[in-house]
């Protein structure tokens, strides 16, 4: 019980000591005119469970902001959120974002303590197959995850955006908005929604200073892109090494991305350094756009 004790407090002081070491690195970032600090602010972050999100919780946490975690599975996002520097300063929704009742009670609820900043709009991608084949079904559940949720989320935490002047709005959506992708025929179609949607948002609101902007995420080593891979492995007949390899060869940097490289963008673009980006689509894709 007692060498237990003893490494438990060894543990929290190196925890401790790693936080002040990254406050201090971030200090002298800002001090050098890049200002990446987030201590003070909250964070909103969907699909936080695996992936992207879970990759941008991770990086604005230790950038210094605390985070509410938002995504239907609860045990994950609890297990995530004690992981994180300074565990006690994290909150987890637990909501399916279909549920839009259920959402606004919820985060009423978190915005009673706090007033979210940093807002990451970011759920799973629709289902794939060819547009003719898109049921009624998949067009809605897709209409409604990504756009009505994304404008709920967006007026419900706006006003504590208002009061702390500080807001910074982004919405991962993909590359498809510039360069429609093969097999993706719902996923292509409400992207360019939810891109549009953001631009106008972006200039309806870029009087507040409060910024919104989308990723684009390029093939990301996540949960979404397995199940792209065996969609594509049974559509084409081909082996997931050939499917990979395909896929590999029109990235200019020749691999794809760990969702962390997806996170630093997101995380940037959160930060204080990034207050004149606004309205933009920023492709994260190591380069497989072929549009300028
Ligand atoms: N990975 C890529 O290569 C790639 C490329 C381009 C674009 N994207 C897009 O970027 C976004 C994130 O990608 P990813 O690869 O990280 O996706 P992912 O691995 O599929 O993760 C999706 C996340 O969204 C949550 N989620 C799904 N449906 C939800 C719902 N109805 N309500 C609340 N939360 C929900 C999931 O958690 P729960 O199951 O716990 O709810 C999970 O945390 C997706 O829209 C994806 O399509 C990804």
Known sequence: ?????????????????????????????????????????????????????????RLLAEMGASVVLLSRSEEKLKTIAKSLPNPKSHQVLAVDLQDRNLLQQKLAEVLKKTSIEILVCNAGGPKSGPILSVADSTFLEAFETHILANQLLVNLCLPGMKKSNYGRIINIISTSIRQPIPNLGASNTIRSAVAAWSKTLSSEIGNLGITVNNILPGYTKTPRMESLLSAEMQRSGLPLVAVEEAWRKTVPLGRFADPREIANAIGFLSSPAASYITGVSLAVDGGRLSTL
């Open 1 to 57: 019980m007692k060498n237990y004790r003893t490494a438990q407090f060894q543990c929290e002081v190196l925890a401790w000591e790693e936080n002040k070491i990254r406050e201090s690195l971030m200090k002298i970032g800002a001090a050098m005119g890049l200002d990446t600090s987030l201590n003070g602010r909250t964070a909103l972050v969907g699909g936080a469970s695996q992936g992207i999100g879970e990759a941008t919780v």
